[in-house]
């Protein structure tokens, strides 16, 4: 098992505090004009993203967390878990409701998301920054309008909405941007 | 993070600490302290266990890079008895961060025959030198700030600091192996320091005797010392007080420094034989302060780090 110092301590190391892993935001070395030395760190929950300050004694060790991130190809979901696959070995992992939370809606099959693993098991998915969706519902397009203007929303095959310039039409295939759940163009199939 | 071969400074920055350097030199020119330059390198350094210290060469006999001039310079003193300042880099072992470099600039300087009073002036002085709109700086007691900002004395029992530390997510080794001192520490630097000058600079003393450091203890009240620390913006810009003289006094300190060493498995190093030869001779009645250089000049510009005024910092 790994364990790192205080003086190892830099922003993006892993490490687990009371049972969960974290990653350290920033951290900070404190020290009064005589006397002990601290470090002060920010750290972010990598389960549920939640940014907390601990303060440790210079000098201490904490453990390491095993954590991973690798780029895994989403292949199903089976009603209860998403299934994903690493292209060049073919091993799957399967991800739970926690994992995936609100990301679920961006999931399609093929595509390549950023997995978290903790101790083998998947903590958090993140899918591409860009997805290619199909509009299964919308109220029907304006003719002659393609300003953009104004706009519409439209569900998409994952179950997703978005707004979307009131051409768009049902069937049609969309270029979204998952980081702000906006459309960004109609895709040529 | 700054680039390869890049300083991370502008030109402007340069010039400013440049033209910092010139004022405080100037300053003591003026007043008659005179500039030397004790070795950076020696056999021995600070007893203080809170000071990483940076060993180099040999393991077989190592080295020390000076955490401070203190030693030399009270040889100095003893030998010559006059004012005199050294300007120059100091060194400490694994200090980085928003506050710290592993090696920084520090100004320290000596005045034979002068209260802690009178320094505190002239430290003002010096504050000045960058920051001509101090003109008074006021003066607070350790102990009342401590229970202004944590509502608890700094003589509470180890479970009450214990729980006052427990709310500021602190780990649950430190909480558990701390003791009621560290645990002072914590509450100082995470409760008391950053609201400390926040205006504008403040000075903190009456500093209880655990914490004196090589400075007297205060002949009216010995349970506290004769120490000043001066805070701008939440950070501790300088650290002096009145000189302790005695050497009885002085070796039962450092005796307790290097037993605290050997407990706590940090290197131990020999009594530093120049201080105690200095004390023998007969160190005159003094005051003494350093005063980060660096930091100084971070504050009087309003940057954020003392990396983002220093050329070539680490990261």
């Known amino acids: ?189 | 993070m700054r680039e390869h071969g890049r300083s991370g400074l502008s030109w402007e920055r340069l010039r400013q600490r440049a033209d910092l350097m010139a004022a405080i030199r100037a300053y003591f020119a003026a007043c008659g302290v005179v500039e030397v330059d004790t070795p950076s390198l020696r056999i021995t350094c600070a007893s203080d266990p809170h000071i990483p210290v940076l060993a180099v060469g040999e393991a077989a006999e190592p080295q020390f890079l000076q955490s401070s001039p203190e030693a030399l310079m009270k040889c100095l003193l003893a030998e010559h008895g006059r004012p005199i300042y050294q300007l120059g880099k100091v060194y400490r072992a694994g200090e980085l961060g928003r506050l710290h470099q592993p090696e920084f600039t520090m100004l320290e300087w000596y005045r034979p025959g002068w209260s802690m009073q009178n320094l505190m002036d002239e430290v003002v002085a010096i504050l000045r030198l960058v920051e001509p709109a101090v003109t008074q700086v006021d003066t607070l007691d350790w102990r009342s700030v401590f229970v202004e900002h944590t509502s608890l004395e700094p003589e509470a029992d180890r479970h009450a600091l214990a729980q006052r530390a427990a709310g500021l997510g602190v780990s649950r080794q430190l909480l558990e192996t701390a003791d009621p001192r560290a645990l002072r520490d914590l509450l100082f630097s995470h409760c008391v320091q950053p609201t400390l000058g926040q205006n504008r600079p403040v000075f903190v003393t009456g500093f209880p005797a655990e914490e004196a450091a090589f400075a007297r203890l205060d002949p009216a009240d010995d349970t506290r010392a004769l120490r000043f620390e001066l805070y701008w913006a939440g950070v501790e810009l300088a650290n002096g007080g009145e000189e302790l003289t005695e050497l009885d006094a002085w070796r039962r300190r450092a005796s307790a420094d290097l037993e605290y060493r050997r407990r706590a498995g940090l290197p131990v190093m020999a009594i530093d034989a120049d201080w105690v030869a200095a004390l023998e001779l007969g160190l005159p009645a003094a005051s003494g302060v350093a005063l980060g250089v660096d930091r100084l000049l971070m504050c009087a510009l309003g940057a954020n780090a003392v990396g983002h005024v220093m050329p070539f910092a680490r990261d």
């Open chain 1, 1 to 189: 098992m790994t364990t790192y110092a205080t003086n190892q301590f830099k922003s993006g190391l892993k490490i687990l505090l009371d049972g969960d892993p974290y990653t350290i935001v920033e951290n900070e070395f404190v020290k009064p004009g005589k006397g002990q030395a601290f470090s002060r760190v920010r750290v972010r929950n990598l389960k549920n993203g939640r940014v907390v300050e601990k303060t440790f004694k210079s000098g201490d060790t904490v453990e390491g967390a095993d954590v991973m991130e690798l780029d895994l190809q989403y292949l199903y979901y089976d009603g209860e878990f998403w299934h994903f696959m690493e292209p060049v070995s073919f091993e799957q992992y399967s991800a739970d409701e926690v994992a995936v939370g609100d990301n679920k809606i961006w999931l399609k099959e093929q595509d390549v998301c950023k997995l978290m693993l903790w101790n083998g098991s998947p903590i958090s998915v993140e899918p591409p920054n860009f997805v290619e969706l199909k509009v299964t519902e919308t109220d029907p397009g304006v003719r002659g309008d393609t300003s953009g203007g104004g706009g519409k929303p439209a569900t998409l095959e994952t179950g997703a909405v978005v707004r979307v310039p009131l051409f768009v039409e049902e069937g049609e295939l969309l270029k979204v941007d998952t980081r702000t759940a906006e459309y960004v163009s109609r895709v040529k199939e």
